[in-house]
């Protein structure tokens, strides 16, 4: 595949005009590659699983976290050249989706409200709205139903209808709008398409960090924590099979609710949003990366099972969705990766 069609079909999924404004979602290092057949993903863009993703033969490799987070002069040794140095070797690209996958509404980083099946859900700290598009196109001819299908078919195609006179109105939101312009160009081949676009106030696409949401019914905290412990070490293709490869523990802050019947959770840190959990009914709050006196300070149960966990089975997840887009014409591999943590049990 093009490496630009390539790119726009992950820009399709994880959007990076959701990342968040301190981040840096999008190509870290440009490729020379102009076909992609290998799409490589890992959690972290770290020397070890990076070697791995090229030596298997990844044009363009795709992690979680990004390479750096401000702009870097390659004047200094260390592991931003070393990296520079690996990929401009092999004419692969680097490319980094993070804060852009974790708000992606109903994407692979709320794996975990699905798995428990949470329903009524809401992000526990909204960021962003983004207006679906109302865009008028002056058809140089009708849509056949044959031509038609493929743009009714796109995800994230709210409405899509013809006049009389030719003209096609669709409805979409902001993510579906490349692969729409796309539809038309290929239908239309190289015949003048004229458009013109404008904004909805309603509905309109919000994005946010974490999600809260209600059990089917309500659960005794044993019970839950046994689930959760199902679900987080036992069931999860993402964790290493190997004893003392992965974290396999929790800790815990805050008072223990005897129940458990509101759950919110949040993919990598946090502890910041500690409070807006709680203060949407949260009984139970599941994160990672909380600090001491945000801890001490928790008005509930806060479960901090690392900042590894639930983001490596994310990006496994995104891995499959994107080999199912990508069909035949691309490659897609999960690398796992090992968490940083390991923990010593005293006798």
Known sequence: MNADKLLSRIRFFVPESYAADWDNSGVQI??????????????????????????????????????????QAPSVPGPYMDMLRRFLAAGSWLYAAHTSLDCRP??????LGRALNLADCASIEPCRSFPVREVFFQAPSRFT????????EIEGIHALSQSATGEVRVVAEQSALPE?????????????????????????????????????KPMPFDDFAQLLE???????????????????????????PATVRRVAYCTGSGGSLIPAAFAAGADVFICGDVKHHAAMDSPGLVLDVGHFLLEEEMVRLF????QKDFGREVEVRFFPGMSPFRFRLLA
């Not at 015949?191 to 209600?214: H, S």
């Not at 679900?231 to 490869?245: E, I």
């Open 30 to 71: 440009f490729g020379a590659k102009t076909e992609v057949r290998k799409v490589a993903l890992a959690l972290d863009p770290d020397p070890a699983r990076m070697d791995e993703c090229l030596a298997w033969g990844a044009d363009l490799v795709l992690t979680h976290h990004p390479l750096y987070f401000k702009p």
């Open 180 to 216: 729409v312009f796309e539809q038309f160009r290929a239908v239309f081949a190289a015949k003048p398409i004229e458009y013109y676009v404008r904004n909805l106030d309603t509905p309109a696409v919000t994005v946010g960090f974490g999600q809260v949401g209600e059990l089917p």
């Open 319 to 322: 891995s499959l969705e994107l």
């Open 230 to 256: 199902t679900l987080l070490f036992q069931n999860q293709p993402a964790m290493p099979a190997t004893s003392g490869q992965g974290a396999v523990a929790w800790t815990e802050c805050g008072p223990r």
């Open 106 to 111: 109903a994407g692979p980083a709320f794996w």
């Open 145 to 152: 139903e044959r031509e038609a299908r493929p743009l009714a």
